[in-house]
């Protein structure tokens, strides 16, 4: 069993990893977004949806695990989820296979997460940052596919 201090090494390690994931979102290209309802400019009406996604995402790679320990990534990753949901709901399903491999990505850092509360090791920092990297990837995934949409 790791001690205390041992933990708090590793804590910062996942605050790098998770930190890449802001990468996805934050390292695209920038598109104006518009109402729920759709706009005058012929913008589908997700594109807001998918902004408000794309800032969840941002959020989750600036959680402070350091000062606000894993549940501070557990809040942050709740609010992805909530995001998604919405995106998906106002797309109507028109990005399926991104969504489905953004949700699947979720559920996995998730689970690394309820893993490497109850057991801090470098292993399952790793597994942690593995998952970090499948939602980076699947939330690129979709946010190019929609934002190429709501130029």
Do not use: H
Request: charge should be positive; aromatic fraction near 2%; charged fraction near 15%.
């Amino acid at each position: 069993m790791i001690g205390r201090t041992s933990t708090r090494i590793l804590l910062p390690c996942l605050a790098g990893g998770l930190a890449l994931l802001a990468l996805a979102a934050g390292c695209s290209s920038t598109s104006s977004t518009s109402s729920a309802s759709g706009s005058s400019s012929g913008k589908p009406s997700y594109c807001a949806g998918g902004q408000q996604l794309k800032t969840s995402v941002q959020d989750l790679g600036k959680a402070n695990v350091a000062s606000g320990g894993i549940s501070s990534v557990q809040a942050a990753l709740k609010n992805v989820e909530a995001s998604t949901t919405k995106f998906d709901s106002e797309a109507k399903g028109a990005f399926p296979a991104q969504t489905t491999a953004l949700r699947n990505a979720l559920t996995g850092l998730q689970s690394s997460l309820k893993t490497l509360a109850g057991q801090p090791s470098t292993t399952n920092v790793k597994a942690a940052a593995t998952q970090g990297a499948k939602l980076k990837t699947a939330a690129a995934s979709l946010q190019s596919a929609w934002s190429a949409k709501c130029k």
